[in-house]
């Protein structure tokens, strides 16, 4: 089974999230196969395949072209989606990874709470389940799957990509806490997260001195995938 990581430009830590997140895939995932960037190709990477993409659209609908991109590619019929700032730190089966959600999908203000309210009408107009499984972890796509679910919707307005394709498809999901940290955090409690997980993943706000101390301590020397 391959991996594939979407990549934009969007980096404020000179992609260094991407840097431990493939060190950690190399580190903890079992049974994948070849890593896919679709986007943009960091000078420093290697031994990967690359598949070029340009944004051209809103954030949520980059990410859909992204994974479309992917799937009309030579990646695995089945393939562990993840983003660049997912950080495994347990072990972990690209072909068994669950389906995790953390809820009904809830409904907020701003740009991204539009897009979930839309997903969410998209599939109770449907008849469908409206789980919320756009938290902060890798999930397994089938390309077939993906393109005809993704084929079904109009995507004139940004919609949430995980939860369209797991609600659609019918998955099996397990429920799970939400973990993307978004604020400088001592190393005691990174490792406690690290107790009570297998992945996590941080915002802007969580690039201080402890999370770099905490990943030169658990990530470091650099993978195959680095020059």
């Not at 609908?61 to 990646?75: F, P, Q, T």
């Not at 695995?76 to 999908?105: E, Q, R």
């Not at 907020?108 to 902060?136: A, K, W």
């Not at 969580?206 to 993978?223: T, V």
Request: hydrophobic share 35%; charged share 25%; aromatic share 12%.
């Amino acid at each position: 089974m391959d991996v594939v990581i979407p990549l934009g430009s969007g980096s404020r830590w000179q992609d260094n999230e991407l840097r431990f997140c493939l060190r950690a895939v190399e580190k903890h995932l079992k049974g994948y196969d070849r890593i896919y960037i679709v986007g943009r190709k960091p000078d420093w990477i290697q031994n990967i395949e690359f598949i070029p993409y340009v944004e051209a659209h809103t954030r949520e609908r980059n990410i859909m072209e992204k994974v479309r991109r992917a799937c009309k590619s030579g990646v695995s019929d089945n393939f562990l989606f993840m983003n660049d700032d997912h950080f495994l730190i347990k072990d972990v089966d690209a072909h068994t990874y669950p389906y995790y959600y953390n809820g009904p999908i809830a409904l907020y203000g701003g740009e991204y709470g539009q897009s979930l309210y839309r997903t969410q009408r998209e599939l109770s107009t449907r008849g469908l389940p409206t789980l919320n499984y756009d938290i902060h972890c890798p999930i397994i796509y089938s390309k077939r799957l993906f393109l005809d679910i993704m084929a079904c919707y109009s995507w004139k307005k940004d919609l949430v990509v995980k939860s369209l394709y797991a609600n659609t498809a019918g998955v099996e999901g397990v429920q799970m806490n939400d973990c993307k940290i978004n604020r400088n955090i001592g190393v005691a409690v990174l490792r406690q997260v690290e107790q009570d997980r297998h992945v996590f993943s941080i915002g802007d706000g969580a690039i201080r001195l402890a999370l770099k101390k905490y990943f030169a301590e658990k990530l470091p020397h650099p993978c195959r995938y680095e020059k």
